[in-house]
């Protein structure tokens, strides 16, 4: 049988793992600081932990410590991506960006995704598995140390579907905010969906002070058909009700990101029926000129295009943000990176909330 990570375990969980292997509870605690506190990228580096305790440990669990492959810089904004390698050898990608109030990390959620979104590299070959609590944490951990810096805001926007991968999701964001560990507030945490209108509504009910932003990209059912086959399982009708729902238990206003696509979603008229359709909803929209992806024949909205999309959305009294397009010269974003490793291709942009 697999062995279980010990960086997934809840420290209640540790407890429970420490008394099975006939330890102390205060061990728990110790070892959890080591992982989820300092960061440690292994056993060795845990000086108040007896070596007995350490060799039952490494049989018992494996120990989560990615290996970064690959790391770009951006020269225009400084951002960084980086390639890691998990222990089963499959690559994932994570962005670093740096804003005035500050750092920014975009993680993966599933090696692939099975979504299916006709503009997005991530699903081109299918879902590959879930990413573990473990892996999406040390996505962060690994960059905290590579760059040395504190991380205050995660965004769950990179290669998956996170609805799709919801119990390890929520273990991992019960991981990230504990105050034992980089005690990340839940309001500095974005989780980006396509719209798994059941999830999101589970979701809500956790009640958890987190944004969810919901990729839209189309405001009929039939054009959005067109882009995402989620669409064919839910209407935009089911999903808009569900996003009020979300709000309603929650209180967090929900992020419409909307990547515009020349000559597909980005006219006047689409930005009129968009208005029409979240009119009312306590909402703010990403606008995001779309990022061609070479093995699809999309096209980037010409800016005039985007700035009147938004100016429209404005007028009709619509929080609207066009959003600023990091890593632009690094083959910025989510899916592309690995890509371009794996057959030497090429790549997009990782977006936040908050540009
Ligand atoms: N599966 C989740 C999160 C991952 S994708 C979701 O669908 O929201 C993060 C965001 O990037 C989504 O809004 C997605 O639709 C968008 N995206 C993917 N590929 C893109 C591209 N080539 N250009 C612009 N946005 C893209």
């Known amino acids: 049988m697999e062995k279980m990570e010990i960086k997934s375990f809840t420290l209640a969980q540790l407890r429970e793992e420490m008394g099975r292997l006939g330890e102390k509870p205060f061990r728990a605690a110790q070892l959890y600081e080591w992982m989820h506190g300092k960061l440690a990228r292994g056993y060795e580096e845990m000086s108040n932990i007896p070596a007995a305790m350490k060799v039952k440990c490494g049989e018992s669990y494996s120990y989560t410590a990615l290996k970064t492959v690959q790391v770009q810089e951006s020269a225009v904004d400084g951002t960084k991506k980086f390639l890691f390698a998990l222990s089963d050898g499959n690559l994932v990608e994570s962005v670093w960006m740096r804003y005035r109030h500050g750092n920014s990390v975009c993680i993966s959620s599933q090696v692939g995704c099975r979504m299916g979104c006709r503009f997005c590299a991530s699903t081109l070959d299918g879902l590959v598995r879930n990413l573990t609590p473990a892996e999406m944490l040390d996505q962060i951990y690994a960059i905290t140390l590579e760059t040395g810096e504190r991380v205050s805001n995660v965004v769950v926007m ?101 990547s515009l696509v020349r000559d597909v979603n980005d006219t006047k008229r689409d930005a009129q029926t968009l208005a029409a359709l979240i009119r009312g909803l306590n909402c703010h929209v990403n606008l995001i000129p779309v990022n061609p992806v070479r093995e699809r024949a999309f096209v980037q909205s010409k800016q005039r295009a985007v700035e009147a999309f938004a100016a429209l959305l404005q007028k009709e009294g619509i929080n609207a943000t066009i959003r600023r397009e990091m890593g632009r010269d690094i083959d910025g974003a989510c899916g592309q990176l690995r890509r371009r490793y794996m057959d030497n291709s090429s790549a997009v942009i990782c977006k936040t909330d908050e540009s």
């Open 158 to 258: 990179g290669s998956g579907e996170p609805l799709d991968n919801y119990e390890n999701l929520l273990r991992f964001i019960t991981l990230l905010t504990d105050e034992n560990g980089l005690h990340i507030s839940q309001r500095n945490v974005t989780v980006s969906t396509c719209g798994i209108v059941p999830e999101m509504r589970r979701l809500a009910q956790e009640k958890l002070q987190i944004t969810l932003a919901l990729s839209l990209h189309a405001a009929t059912d039939e054009k959005r058909r067109q882009l995402m086959p989620i669409a064919n399982q839910y209407t935009l009708k089911e999903l808009i009700a569900c996003c009020a729902y979300y709000f309603e238990q929650t209180g967090r206003r929900i992020t419409f990101e909307y």
